[in-house]
């Protein structure tokens, strides 16, 4: 009796925890028995895990608001796809400004002079987000390029999570109803954008800085043969999770926001009958994770420095969802839980790692996310409400 006393008293994300323990332990294990060494507790292996789900940690952390609340959000992929392309779009329309408007300028005095217009010659939206620029005076300015992509590119996932935040609260739309249209539409807004095709940015050094850099480790270095020292980097991106997640935590556990959250997920009807503004809540919960996405569709282009309009946030959806139950939020709402969303994106980010040292096919590892967000939900059904 006092060992089932004191499991009860555990906070929910310890189990996670425990899980996380173990399955470093037995990624140590099965990498020394097939190798004769194991790569992966070192430093770069461990910070290269954080960096690459950095991205999906936080979207995850505005997916437990999201959940906690009674909803599910399915058009975070997507929005990551469209977004960052849109904000690659942006950036490259004004470093290439002056010389857009320079052709667009040929192209019409070709046509005035009753000749074709050169191949290639920008259409008209071109020239007038051309003109539109150079007007501001930022035309083929790097640095104005650059902070506005990135200004675009967070108001744009904003703006997306605020409509389907609407759609949700005054359209009455199914929270999976809305949000699949959304998954839909950014990827197919994505596809069209770039004519099925990638993005890639024009600016080749200040803006992969921001995904690709980081902060010096003092006393390492990755690469001993080098004449000098390379220091170990800790993400960028990685310092951003960071944050997120404990802004995340001092939101959901700290503030009225985060307690209505929790009380519209428990119970709408009583959330509305103690007077609070659920319409309210839901589009700024949807707000929040819309947000989230831009911001980390922000670090992904900048890290890869391109976005493919197609692969881009594929299946982000089910990686998030996933580190948010895993770790501990019920599926049904009124109860979740920042530190087990930690914990599940990191649970997601050592299975990956551990499949490719083990050399395992990339093709299974959907199947084993799959049974872990079953095994999940089935273990939430047998605890007590």
């Known amino acids: ?73 399915l058009s975070v992929g997507s ?23 320079a052709a667009a300028t040929t192209a ?53 999570g605020m409509l389907n935040g609407t759609l949700i609260a005054k359209g009455r739309l199914a929270p999976f109803i809305a949000t699949l249209g959304g998954l839909a539409a950014y990827r197919s807004l994505a596809l069209a954008m770039a004519d099925g095709g990638e993005y890639r940015s024009s600016s080749m050094r200040l803006f992969g800085l921001i995904g690709q850099g980081g902060i010096p480790i003092p006393f390492t270095n990755v690469a001993p043969r080098a004449p000098q020292p390379v220091p170990l980097l800790f993400p960028w991106p990685v310092v951003v999770f960071i944050i997120v997640a404990l802004l995340g935590w001092v939101l959901l556990n700290r503030t009225r926001y985060g307690r209505y959250v929790t009380a519209i997920g428990c119970n709408e009807r009583a959330a509305v009958y103690s007077a609070i503004n659920v319409d309210r809540i839901k589009i700024l919960t949807y707000t929040l994770i819309g947000f989230l996405s831009g911001l980390a569709a922000l670090l992904l282009a900048s ?43 990191l649970i997601l980010g050592v299975i990956g790692n551990m499949l490719n040292l083990l050399q395992v096919s990339v093709y299974l590892q959907g199947l084993v996310k799959g049974a872990i967000i079953v095994a999940a939900v089935l273990a939430q059904r047998g605890e007590r409400m």
Request: hydrophobic residues 55%.
């Open 1 to 73: 009796m006092a060992i089932m006393r004191f499991i009860e008293r555990l906070p929910r994300w310890a189990a996670p925890l425990i899980a996380l323990v173990l399955l470093v332990a037995c990624t140590v294990i099965l990498e020394v028995a097939t190798k004769g060494n194991s790569a992966f507790l070192s430093g770069q292996n461990l910070f290269n895990i954080l960096r690459q789900w950095s991205f999906v940690g936080i979207i995850a952390i505005g997916m437990t608001f999201v959940i906690v609340l009674g909803g599910i959000d």
């Open 79 to 101: 929005l990551v796809g469209f977004v960052g392309g849109l904000g690659i779009l942006t950036l490259n329309s004004i470093n290439t400004a002056p010389a857009t408007t």
């Open 108 to 160: 019409a005095e070709a046509i005035a002079a009753g000749r074709n217009a050169p191949p290639g010659s920008p259409h008209g939206f071109e020239s007038l987000m051309a003109a539109i620029w150079n007007s501001f005076g930022v035309g083929d300015n790097e640095t104005a390029a650059v902070l506005i992509a990135l200004a675009v590119m967070l108001v744009a996932g904003t703006l997306a």
């Open 303 to 345: 890290r890869m420095n391109s976005v493919s309009s197609a692969q881009t946030g594929q299946l982000y959806e089910l990686d998030v969802i996933a580190a948010v139950v895993i770790g501990g939020t019920r599926m049904r709402g009124g109860s979740g839980t920042i530190v087990g969303t930690v914990i599940g994106v």
